[in-house]
């Protein structure tokens, strides 16, 4: 079955570590995301990439970095830089940016 | 750039009563429009989509929604509320693509629907 797979769907780390989610996606999409989810502040975009090896800031970068190695992949990485990490983190692919996304099941990232 | 407004984070209702989730854009061009269902710790899921046509767009569980561009609405309904139905609603804006490069999709801010038994 076509979809999106984040892994891990929980992730405890101490604080000051630096942490990648992974996503995979087999949907042949071009355009892949990261949205970071808090309770009663919806999606925020954090990354985007709309080809690969390319992949533009969103509005929330600060603490965070990305690649774009495979049209498959899109890892987020989260530094020690990123003042707020704990949040439920989504990854989500398109066909084109401006269509209808398919999401992860999310990984709930919980610094300590 | 476009926008969404979704009126109440929280709607209760009654299993059986009818659901109606609101949504107003604002988008400078005939916009894309969607609603998503999130149930707890997953990801987002397609309910329904709006880009040309018809403007009464019928969705999976049961969902609609109509594209009122006299009044920027987008407005989720179901007649008979299902418990199964209680979870997190987001609608979401974009254009399409008139001029190539990024058409970005806004997600609004969710309303959460609890349905009573």
């Known amino acids: 079955d076509g979809g999106i797979t984040q892994s891990p769907k929980y992730l405890f780390r101490k604080e000051g570590q630096n942490v990648t989610l992974s996503c995979e996606q087999n949907?042949?999409?071009?355009?892949m995301y990261w949205y970071r989810q808090d309770p009663g502040q919806g999606l925020r975009l954090i990354y985007y990439?709309?080809?690969?090896?390319?992949?533009q800031k969103g509005d929330i970068a600060e603490g965070y970095s990305v690649s774009r190695e495979k049209k498959e992949s899109f890892p987020l990485t989260v530094t020690s830089a990123q003042k707020n990490p704990t949040a439920f983190y989504l990854c989500?692919?398109?066909?084109?940016?401006?269509?209808?996304?398919?999401f992860g099941q999310g990984t709930r990232l919980t610094v300590v | 750039a476009q926008s969404v407004t979704q009126l109440g984070s929280h709607v209760s209702v009654s299993e059986g009563a009818l659901v109606l989730l609101r949504c107003n854009y604002s988008?400078?061009?005939?916009?894309?429009l969607f609603w998503y269902v999130q149930y707890p710790n997953q990801g987002l899921q397609l309910l329904l989509k709006?880009?040309?046509?018809?403007?009464l767009v019928k969705g999976i569980n049961g969902f609609e929604a109509e594209f009122k561009k006299s009044e920027t609405s987008f407005h989720l309904t179901k007649p008979s509320a299902h418990m199964s139905d209680a979870a997190e609603y987001f609608c979401?804006?974009?254009?399409?693509?008139?001029?190539?490069?990024?058409?970005?999709?806004?997600f609004g801010t969710g309303t959460k629907l609890q349905v009573i038994p």
């Open positions: 988008s400078s061009v005939p916009p894309y």
């Open positions: 709006y880009t040309t046509g018809a403007t």
């Open positions: 989500a692919s398109s066909y084109r940016t401006n269509t209808e996304a398919f």
């Open positions: 949907l042949n999409h071009d355009a």
């Open positions: 979401a804006v974009s254009v399409p693509p008139f001029s190539g490069g990024y058409q970005k999709v806004t």
């Open positions: 990439s709309q080809i690969v090896n390319d992949f």
